[in-house]
């Protein structure tokens, strides 16, 4: 094993374990920052991508940070690869090339690789986020705060979500002879596109809004 280890065609396994272990450290000791932390966004999230599987969700992007997912990958196509020159040098006598070694561990290391992420996803401490649909928003009150709202003229509204995050959306009043005018409480009833439809405040009733 160690032969394999100190051997030219180990190198780049041997180099990609390292660096795992310089990652690991730097975390570790508190010098990598917030690097590989899943950032806390301020601003609105259009969170309405589409649900299917894609390649990047297979590899277990968007389940770990990517610091995790880098140091994982890392780790997988290290081991791999020098188990596939150990393997070669006990079967064949002569251990493989990089040229050859190198992408069969890489392609090997993908699927490792989301596995990994994957069960990490569910034991790993995951930051907390206020991102939210703009669907949500429907049912909420907000405040115009630039410009005058009428129909075929949208004015600027201020609505907080249920984390008390302020968004800033466009607004059409629901009724063709309605405008809103700055500063004025409305209620916004549904969603088109980029666009909501709202109604003044004082024209509902909802007890969970305290009106």
Same mark, same amino acid.
């Given at each position: 094993m160690?032969? *394999?280890?100190?051997?030219?065609?180990?190198? *780049?396994?041997?180099?990609?374990?390292?660096?795992?272990? $310089?990652?690991?450290?730097? #975390?570790?000791?508190?010098?990598?920052?917030?690097?590989?932390?899943?950032?806390?966004?301020?601003a609105?999230?259009?969170?309405?991508?589409?649900?299917?599987?894609?390649l $990047?969700? /297979?590899?277990?992007?968007?389940?770990? =940070?990517?610091?995790?997912?880098? *140091?994982?990958?890392?780790?997988?196509?290290?081991t791999?690869?020098?188990?596939?020159? #150990?393997?070669?040098?006990? /079967?064949?006598?002569?251990?493989?090339?990089?040229?050859?070694?190198? =992408?069969?561990?890489?392609?090997?290391?993908?699927?490792?690789?989301?596995?990994?992420?994957?069960?990490?996803?569910?034991?790993? =401490?995951?930051?907390?986020?206020?991102?939210?649909?703009?669907?949500t928003?429907?049912?909420?009150?907000?405040?115009? *705060?630039?410009?005058?709202?009428?129909?075929?003229?949208?004015?600027?509204?201020?609505?907080?979500?249920?984390?008390? #995050?302020?968004?800033?959306?466009?607004?059409?009043?629901?009724?063709?002879?309605?405008i809103?005018?700055?500063?004025?409480?409305?209620?916004?009833?549904?969603?088109?596109?980029?666009?909501?439809?709202?109604?003044?405040?004082?024209?509902?009733?909802?007890?969970?809004?305290?009106?």
């Amino acid at each position: 094993m160690f032969a *394999v280890l100190g051997a030219s065609e180990s190198i *780049v396994f041997v180099s990609a374990l390292i660096l795992m272990l $310089l990652i690991g450290v730097v #975390q570790l000791v508190g010098l990598g920052g917030d690097i590989g932390i899943d950032a806390h966004v301020d601003a609105d999230v259009h969170l309405d991508a589409d649900a299917d599987i894609d390649l $990047l969700g /297979w590899l277990g992007v968007g389940q770990v =940070p990517l610091m995790v997912l880098l *140091v994982v990958f890392l780790a997988m196509f290290g081991t791999i690869g020098l188990i596939i020159e #150990q393997t070669s040098h006990d /079967w064949l006598g002569t251990m493989l090339s990089p040229l050859i070694a190198g =992408p069969a561990a890489f392609l090997a290391a993908l699927p490792m690789t989301g596995i990994s992420a994957r069960g990490l996803a569910k034991v790993l =401490p995951r930051d907390e986020t206020t991102a939210v649909s703009l669907d949500t928003l429907v049912g909420e009150t907000g405040l115009i *705060v630039t410009g005058r709202a009428q129909h075929g003229s949208p004015a600027r509204a201020r609505v907080e979500d249920a984390h008390g #995050q302020a968004h800033f959306v466009m607004v059409e009043p629901n009724a063709p002879d309605q405008i809103f005018e700055e500063g004025e409480a409305i209620l916004l009833i549904r969603r088109e596109n980029d666009l909501f439809r709202a109604i003044s405040r004082g024209d509902h009733r909802l007890p969970q809004l305290g009106v």
